[in-house]
């Protein structure tokens, strides 16, 4: 397989994420929030729905290295929609504390929802912590589906273009080209952006590949079936193919549930150009199902 292109987008585009989706809070004004991860704080923002009733609570995942504002406006919408909506900072990335890795990613996806869960939280934005959601793009796409299994009370998941770590350690295994260009892009995050404070792109190689199946989500199939997943793939996505990182996982998840996973694909690539506000109406359209 030939992985030139792919990879050049994915340098490209993710080296440019956190300004490409750092969506203006225009309307409803978030509330400034922290938590802490495992001894680091991590910081973020909440969009309080109006109302004093309980409401669904969404938590926002951004990609890699992500940025800290909203994603795609959805904060926004959801909350002008009676849904409340927590984004954040991974550690290790921009104004949060710590050191970036998968591992304390997902960590930080189980400290969001003790956060939402906690009572004075729950009371103080009026949160119903027994109707949950989480909403990922890319890197937080993958995030989203297992950070979904520490709760029971995490009903909902939405993945819009994301990526399998599993997938991606394969590939960097099987391509040197890939593993060069990959390398790189992790190492640009955090000399030249400086989003990120972490290992560098070969620690971060070393330290993915003997742990992939940590982060293959196939194998959480059956787990997943039991929640409602909905699956988002673009049709011109070179950096997150349908075919090897969407489709698998549809098809496992459906031999365990066909009514509970959707799976849709627009006519974008992983930046959503062109399709994103479609992709936004129809989470939320989904979401109040």
Not at 135 to 142: A, E, H, K, Q, V
Not at 228 to 251: A, N, V
Request: proline share 3%.
């Amino acid at each position: 397989m030939i992985f030139k292109n792919k990879i050049y987008l994915i340098s490209f585009f993710l080296c440019c994420l956190g300004i490409l989706l750092m969506a203006q809070d225009t309307n409803i004004e978030p509330f400034p929030v922290s938590f802490d991860s495992e001894g680091d704080k991590v910081t973020g923002k909440f969009y309080k729905a109006a109302g004093d009733r309980v409401k669904p609570t969404a938590i926002l995942l951004h990609g890699h290295p992500g940025g800290d504002g909203d994603l795609f406006g959805l904060g926004q919408k959801l909350s002008a929609e009676g849904i409340n909506a927590l984004v954040f900072s991974y550690r290790g990335t921009w104004k949060s504390e710590g050191l970036w890795l998968p591992s304390t990613s997902l960590e930080d996806v189980n400290s969001a929802i003790k956060f939402l869960k906690s009572s004075k939280t729950a009371e103080t934005y009026s949160i119903d912590t027994a109707n949950l959601s989480i909403i990922g793009y890319s890197y937080g796409g993958g995030m989203a589906l297992l950070g979904s299994l520490f709760d029971d009370d995490v009903k909902k998941v939405v993945s819009i273009v994301g990526g399998s770590l599993k997938v991606v350690a394969d590939n960097i295994e099987k391509s040197d080209e890939y593993r060069q260009m990959h390398r790189q892009y992790l190492d640009d995050c955090i000399a030249d952006f400086k989003a990120v404070r972490g290992l560098s792109g070969e620690e971060s190689h070393n330290w993915l590949l003997p742990r992939r199946d940590d982060y293959d989500i196939i194998k959480h199939a059956k787990e997943l079936s039991t929640k409602k997943i909905f699956l988002i793939g673009g049709k011109r996505d070179q950096s997150i193919p349908i075919e090897e990182h969407i489709l698998p996982l549809y098809r496992a998840i459906q031999k365990h549930s066909l009514e509970n996973v959707k799976f849709e694909v627009y006519d974008c690539d992983h930046t959503l150009e062109g399709a994103k506000d479609q992709v936004v109406d129809d989470i939320i359209d989904w979401l109040k199902e």
